[in-house]
């Protein structure tokens, strides 16, 4: 079997180097020449463990290849995915303008070059609002009865469920293949493209009505927000009764109904999926005249704690974070950690950059460290003038510092020695946004240590 995979970002490229990878024939496609070539020598646009070797396996052992032509791609192509973005519009709503564009690209290329034989499946992963399956179809059906062709195809909505830093393991061994489509036929295609990945783990393999698949993966990334939006709001409690989130959420995971993943405290969550989608099922929900109360709480929270971070900093230097005489002048502050989440070099949503904007805004010198996601960082903060100083060394990017803040979690920063880096910080004073250390080793051996959750003694208080 052969199948095309439109977008080449983080969604595309993962499903085309894995399909590839058990496989199926790939056909990839993105309007980018500078990214198809950089593809065609092996190269990743994207930072995301074990791609790039599969991408290499994939081209030298002839499964896939890369176009920037869509007709060239859908030569033979069984399936069709629909990979690209649905950015954030004004109103909350997912943009669809790539993925109608992709749409109604098919729709002409199977106008031109109609298909008799087995009719073409055209497979949505981005993520979508509800009944966006039954407007790919009409954009398709537009072009085939402009050019008085007819041409089957069938449109299915077929969910990603892909991490971050984690997404080809997560392709490989999903918890479950998600397909939203009418037919029998069309589902037993599914099926046997996913065949292998199916057989080799648990994996459960659900078949719905499109309208249902496309509200599953809202409905999925909306709960795992919400869990954390939860921990974040009981974590805040907990510093204000003297509880310790630590040992209240390993006791409230351990009951199975709950479990203990994507409890974990923080920042307030970020990324280009979880702010997006949950605005975009609110809106959903808004227009199909449902009040979505929940939901609306998990991004209030959310908003209330992006800014934790910058409560805690001023509750530390006294200041008010809404002074406009740039109160922290001559403070000098470190962060470690810019992309939104450890093992990604993504920084859209990350909490940092809403983190810096505050601190230079407040006048701080501020000294930015992370591991992979510098370039990106810089990007952005170029592109609105505002001026930081990078280290790629974490130790060296405290120096002098008045204060050491740890927003990404990155593994790494648990193994460097925090004696070195206390020894050349002006002052020793850690606010740590991901509970990376221990509060008591750290307060014990002379430092000023903040975290989520948890208490600011050197007791331990059990
Ligand atoms: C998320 C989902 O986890 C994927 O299943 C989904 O396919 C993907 O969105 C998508 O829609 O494409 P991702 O955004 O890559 O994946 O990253 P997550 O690991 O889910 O983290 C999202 C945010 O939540 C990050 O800011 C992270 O730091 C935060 N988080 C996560 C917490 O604060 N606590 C946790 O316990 C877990």
């Not at 791609?73 to 649905?86: S, Y």
């Not at 087995?118 to 399956?133: E, M, N, Q, W, Y």
């Not at 990350?350 to 990106?376: F, K, M, P, Q, T």
């Amino acid at each position: 079997m052969k199948v095309a995979v439109v977008g080449t970002g983080y969604v595309g490229l993962v499903t085309a180097v894995c399909f590839a990878r058990i496989g199926i024939k790939v056909a990839a496609v993105d309007k980018d020449p500078n990214k198809i070539q950089a593809l065609r020598a092996g190269k990743s646009p994207i930072y995301e463990p074990g791609i790039e070797d599969l991408l290499r396996s994939g081209i030298e052992e002839g499964r896939l290849t890369f176009h920037t032509q869509l007709a060239e791609a859908l030569e033979n192509a069984r399936v069709v995915f629909i990979c690209v973005g649905t950015p954030q519009s004004q109103d909350g709503h997912a943009n669809l303008d790539y993925v109608f564009q992709v749409a109604s690209e098919i729709g002409e290329c199977i106008s031109l070059k109609p298909r008799y034989k087995d009719s073409l499946i055209v497979a949505t992963k981005s993520t979508v609002p509800v009944g966006t399956a039954a407007n790919i179809k009409k954009i398709i059906e537009d072009h085939l009865i402009s050019k008085a062709v007819s041409s089957s195809f069938e449109v299915v909505s077929n969910p990603e469920f892909l991490k971050e830093g984690d997404a080809i393991n997560d392709f490989m061994n999903p918890d479950r293949v998600v397909i939203g489509c009418h037919s029998k036929e069309t589902e037993g295609v599914m099926h046997k493209l996913y065949g292998p990945i199916l057989n080799n783990n648990d994996a459960a393999w659900f078949c719905m009505k499109p309208e249902s698949s496309e509200l599953t993966k809202y409905a999925s990334n909306a709960m795992l927000a919400t869990r954390i939006s939860f921990i974040n709001e009981i974590a805040n409690l907990s510093e204000k009764v003297g509880a310790n989130i630590d040992d209240v959420k390993k006791a409230v995971g351990a009951d199975k109904r709950i479990g203990q993943s994507f409890l974990n405290p923080g920042p307030g969550f970020g990324g280009s999926c979880f702010p997006k989608d949950v605005s975009a099922l609110l809106t959903l929900g808004d227009r199909a005249g449902e009040d979505l109360k929940v939901i609306r709480a998990t991004l209030q929270t959310n908003q209330y704690q992006k800014k934790i971070l910058l409560k805690k900093i001023s509750r530390l230097f006294s200041i008010d974070p809404s002074d406009t005489t740039q109160p922290l002048a001559d403070r000098r502050i470190t962060v470690w950690g810019l992309a939104f989440k450890a093992n990604t070099d993504d920084v859209r949503e990350s909490i940092s950059l809403d983190l810096v904007r505050d601190l230079v805004r407040l006048g701080a010198e501020v000294v930015a460290h992370d591991y992979i996601a510098i370039d990106n960082f810089r990007t952005i903060m170029s592109q609105e003038a505002i001026l930081i100083t990078y280290d790629s060394d974490p130790i060296k990017a405290s120096m002098n510092s008045d204060l050491l803040v740890i927003v990404t979690e990155w593994a790494d920063y648990k193994k460097i020695d925090l004696e070195k880096v206390g020894s050349i910080m002006k002052y020793k004073q850690i606010i740590d946004a991901r509970n990376l250390f221990s509060p008591y080793e750290l307060i014990r051996s002379g430092w000023m240590y903040d975290s989520i959750g948890r208490p600011k003694d050197k007791d331990k208080d059990k």
